[in-house]
T-cell receptor
Framework: GAVVSQHPSWVICKSGTSVKIECRSL??????MFWYRQFPKQSLMLMAT???????TYEQGVEKDKFLINHASLTLSTLTVTSAHPEDSSFYIC????WGKGGTEAFFGQGTRLTVV | EDQVTQSPEALRLQEGESSSLNCSYTVSGLRGLFWYRQDPGKGPEFLFT???AGEEKEKERLKATLTKKESFLHITAPKPEDSATYLC?????????FGKGTRLSVIA
């Protein structure tokens, strides 16, 4: 299957600082990538859809000024958590969809554990 | 609104004891049903995509089936390394909607 690489895998930051998470599709081009957030023992919750060359589409309740998304190229999307607070501590996961072969398959990055202290 | 419900929430099996995980869904215009395996602290690992009722896919000890209302993930003679959380997701007219998962523990 296709490979999606996410970096870093974990990060600890101080309250009030910003953190950038990268998501790359390594062996395919992804015009659309997705960012999820997952709390312990909970399902993945979609935060936003990242579109190459245009603005991201945010889900209801997600602050677009706090979670900045940039889809700079067909293989790279970034999520920046601005002015992070302890309640932003969570597991963030990106995914990209590979189209073709009569259907669609969605592949996920390894996830980033963010801890805000 | 698309919805996915997985059961049971947790399942404990002896090694070799076969069982099935359930994923019930409601979706407007199913474009795909996905099964993933997620280990603690890791992102979901793709297992299968099913597109239409009656479709089945197999991979090693896992077999996924699909009806118009639910999907099953059958695990045959599981091993301890099959222990993980198994997630089901549907793709309709909105982005992927996930269930809460089934935490599977296989005891040697």
């Amino acid at each position: 299957g296709a490979v999606v690489s996410q970096h870093p895998s974990w990060v600890i930051c101080k309250s009030g600082t910003s953190v950038k998470i990268e998501c790359r599709s390594l062996d395919f081009q992804a015009t659309t990538m997705f960012w999820y957030r997952q709390f312990p023992k909970q399902s993945l919750m979609l935060m936003a859809t990242s579109n190459e060359g245009s603005k991201a589409t945010y889900e209801q309740g997600v602050e677009k000024d706090k979670f900045l998304i940039n889809h700079a190229s067909l293989t790279l999307s970034t999520l920046t958590v601005t002015s992070a607070h302890p309640e932003d501590s969570s597991f963030y996961i990106c995914s990209a969809r590979e189209w073709g072969k009569g259907g669609t398959e969605a592949f996920f990055g390894q996830g980033t554990r963010l801890t805000v202290v | 609104e698309d919805q996915v419900t997985q059961s049971p929430e947790a399942l404990r099996l002896q090694e070799g004891e076969s069982s099935s995980l359930n994923c019930s869904y409601t979706v407007s215009g199913l474009r795909g049903l996905f099964w993933y395996r997620q280990d603690p602290g890791k992102g979901p690992e793709f297992l299968f995509t099913l597109y239409s009722a009656g479709e089945e896919k197999e991979k090693e000890r896992l077999k996924a089936t699909l009806t118009k209302k639910e999907s099953f993930l059958h695990i045959t003679a599981p091993k301890p390394e099959d222990s993980a959380t198994y997630l089901c997701a549907v793709l309709g007219n909105t982005p992927l909607v996930f269930g809460k998962g089934t935490r599977l523990s296989v005891i040697a």
